[in-house]
């Protein structure tokens, strides 16, 4: 069986939260590799403000670094999470 790894994003919680597809993959270690690199970029921004409560220049600056790698990044005061989903090919 043929599967594909799919790098997600979330934010939010509860009935709040939003998901989105970042990228997909052939392999299991190249999926967490590529949430490795996210979640490395992400960390560099400090975490004790967070969306609502990040300054506005830092956000624009926030964006600008995470959607190189993640299109449709999006952040609020829970943070972004990354995690990879498999689901089987059916091509």
């Known amino acids: 069986m043929d599967t594909i790894h799919l790098v997600c994003g979330s934010t939010g919680e509860y009935s709040d939260s939003y998901e989105w597809r970042v990228a997909a993959f052939s ?45 449709n990044f999006s952040e609020d005061y829970t943070g972004t999470y990354y995690y990879y989903d498999i689901v089987e090919w059916k091509g």
């Not at 949430?35 to 600008?64: C, S, T, W």
């Open 27 to 71: 392999t299991a270690e190249a999926a967490q590799a590529y949430i490795d690199r996210l979640q490395n970029i992400y960390k560099q921004f400090p975490q004790q403000a967070r969306g609502y409560k990040r300054p506005e220049q830092e956000m624009e600056q926030l964006e600008r670094v995470m959607t190189v790698l993640d299109p």
